[in-house]
């Protein structure tokens, strides 16, 4: 995107806007293939192992399970109102309001802005399978508080770069805070997953995890 802008040609944001387009377009036509996909979930039967008197179990019955019973399931909802908030607060402003601060209220261009997600992601490359051994065996609510911490840190530094806009300084903090950024999702990407599996039944596991996603 960086090597494509040039905020002196709108024609250069129309071809960035084009190719994006073109990219979800692209992926919708995978999805309209999967046309066998995400049907309704029968649960296996179950029975009452006790039964009347002498008349042995009763008959098993199979039902149908959806979206109720996900829902139903409270433990799982706080788990969602809380990534609805941290995404809504982290993730969704890292992709849209942080380039805005950055090139409006920082004061740099986008060719620097690159430099940012460009740290961001190696970050995320370097850090991912590290991150991960080291999760392994500890507290997964302690992590996700870890996460949302280091985001938070991410927008203080962030803000920080305003006050001081179109210097070296500024770079220096919107780079650092968007390496914090990504050691803050490389200890969600992981945890979160593995928690709505946990709650989940096997049985509607997929519905889990598209409520999540």
Known sequence: SAAIVDTDRASTFELL????GLAFGARVVVQLTLRKVGGPV?????????GPAGAGPLPQVERQAGYRE???????????????????CGYAQFEAGFTAFATQQADISPRTLALTFAANTAVIVAAQMLVVKRLHGRSRTAAVALATVAWAVSWLLTGAAGLD??????????VLSTVVFALGETIWAPIIPA????MAPAEICGRYNAAHA
């Open 195 to 198: 928690l709505v599996n946990d």
């Open 70 to 88: 996900v829902f139903a399931d409270r433990a799982f909802v706080r788990l969602l109102l809380l990534g609805l908030v941290a995404i809504t």
């Open 165 to 174: 806009p179109g210097t070296s300084l500024a770079v220096s903090l919107l």
């Open 42 to 50: 029968t649960l296996p039967a179950s029975s009452d192992p006790a």
């Open 17 to 20: 806007y084009l190719v994006s």
